[in-house]
């Protein structure tokens, strides 16, 4: 049983930066698919960013693109968000993913696409 703990979410301000962690725990196949996802209160949860863990291959949501990066550090088990140049509509709770099968490229940002979710770090981003 894959286990995920979520950390790293904090209050800055706009403008700033923080790095999210996923730590994965348990039995733990290194393999397939991990995302972050976050949600926001009143809204859906929507796909930030995902990786294919085998090639590194990665997406990204428009909102973050070419601001958020995703990467793994396999000797750690760990799943990273590195969130730059943050603005008052990133502030959400951030929650890591696994999912254990393949993910096709038009399904990364489908909540449903994951079975194993961490318990969510929060980020609150001031103007």
């Known amino acids: 049983q894959v286990r995920l703990v979520d950390s790293g979410g904090d209050s800055v301000q706009a403008g700033g930066s923080l790095r999210l962690s996923c730590v994965a725990s348990?039995?733990?196949?290194?393999?397939?698919?991990m995302g972050w996802f976050r949600q926001a209160p009143g809204k859906e949860r929507e796909g930030v960013a995902s990786?294919?863990?085998?090639?590194?291959?990665?997406h990204y949501s428009d909102s973050v693109k070419g601001r958020f990066t995703i990467a793994q550090d396999r000797a750690k088990n760990t799943l990273y968000l590195q969130m730059n140049q943050l603005q008052p509509e990133d502030t959400a709770m951030y929650y890591c993913a696994y999912e254990g099968h393949h993910v096709g490229s038009g399904s990364w940002s489908l909540p449903e696409s994951y079975r194993i979710w961490g318990q969510g770090t929060q980020v609150t981003v001031s103007s």
């Open positions: 348990g039995y733990t196949i290194w393999n397939f698919c």
């Open positions: 990786i294919t863990l085998g090639d590194s291959s990665t």
